[in-house]
Every structure is written in structure tokens, then in C-alpha cells.
């Protein structure tokens, strides 16, 4: 089984940039392909961006294109969320998941199975 913490959130200003953490530990030690998701009360829980367990490939949503940046750091058990130039929508809790079943990365809430309790980001303008 997977934990996940997230932190980095925070109140930030249009135009802002923040980056967000999320800490992972398993009893294998082992990485796991993870993504970013966020979801604003009332709405369904919106894919951001995800990383391979080796980083070598991602995935972003169209509006994360360009703006938002996710890494890894296997060694830390650690991967980041940068976000650039923040706009007033991107207001929303920040959640981090993992996948640890076999299969590819994916884009849907159903491409992994464990998650983080979230981190509060509100974008003011």
C-alpha cells in the first residue's frame, strides 16, 4: 500500500507560481507511476498532469500544457507539481495518486488506485 502527503499549497495572486509536493511511501520501497488531479466542490476530480515511474514520459491536460510542470525524484520519494502563471480557475484541491497495479499511465481517476488527502490552492485576483 501506497501513502501519499501532499504540501505546497497555499493563497497565491494571478500570475503566481507555486509548487506543490507530494511524499510517498510504500513498504517495498518501490516508485510508482503517480499523478496530479484536482477537484473543486461539487465537481468531478479533474487529471492535471502524471509521470512514469521512471519520468521519462508525461502526461498533461490541455489547460496544464505549458504552465504546469510534474518531476520526480525517486530518491526522495517525492514528486512536484510547478505551477506557473496561475489563473483565478486554477483554484481547487490539489491531490496526488499513485498507480501500483500493472498498466500504463493514464488520464482517468479508474488509472490509479491510491491517494493523498489533497492541498488547498487558491489562486486570488
Known amino acids: 500500500q501506497v501513502q501519499l502527503v501532499e504540501s505546497g499549497g497555499g493563497l497565491v495572486h494571478v500570475g503566481d507560481s507555486l509548487t506543490l509536493s507530494c511524499t510517498f511511501s510504500?513498504?517495498?520501497?518501490?516508485?510508482?507511476?503517480m499523478g496530479w488531479f484536482r477537484q473543486i466542490p461539487g465537481k468531478e476530480r479533474e487529471f492535471v498532469a502524471a509521470i512514469t515511474l521512471g519520468g521519462g514520459s508525461l502526461l498533461y491536460a490541455d489547460f496544464a500544457q505549458g504552465r504546469f510542470t510534474i518531476s520526480r525524484v525517486n530518491g526522495e520519494n517525492t514528486v512536484y507539481l510547478q505551477m506557473d502563471n496561475l489563473r483565478s480557475e486554477d483554484t481547487a484541491v490539489y491531490l496526488c495518486?499513485?498507480?501500483?497495479?500493472?498498466?500504463?499511465?493514464?488520464?482517468?481517476?479508474?488509472?490509479?488506485?491510491?491517494w493523498g488527502q489533497g492541498t488547498q490552492v487558491t489562486v486570488s485576483s
Open positions: 495518486a499513485a498507480r501500483t497495479l500493472i498498466g500504463g499511465l493514464g488520464r482517468t481517476i479508474y488509472d490509479f488506485d491510491s
Open positions: 510504500t513498504r517495498t520501497s518501490k516508485p510508482y507511476p
